[in-house]
């Protein structure tokens, strides 16, 4: 799925949490949701490294298979 920003429809490009527009310059908060059940997941941060959480029995999950909607 490529987001793209609302603004200006240029693709958004995912930098940590959130996108980012090149051609807005404008920063664009996203919710990671499971793939499987849609729900919220938990971020967790360690030694640079991003990897996301389903609380809801799914464990953890690839970056790859992040469902991001924007807030």
Do not use: W
């Not at 971020?43 to 389903?54: E, N, T």
């Amino acid at each position: 799925m490529e987001l793209k920003c609302p603004t200006c429809h240029n693709p958004l490009e995912l930098v940590g949490t959130h996108a980012h527009c090149f051609g807005c310059d404008k920063d664009y908060p996203l919710n990671a949701l499971c793939p499987d059940c849609h729900q919220p997941l938990e971020i967790l941060k360690a030694c640079g490294a991003v990897d996301y959480f389903c609380e809801h029995g799914h464990g953890l999950i690839s970056k790859k298979r992040v469902e991001f909607v924007p807030l």
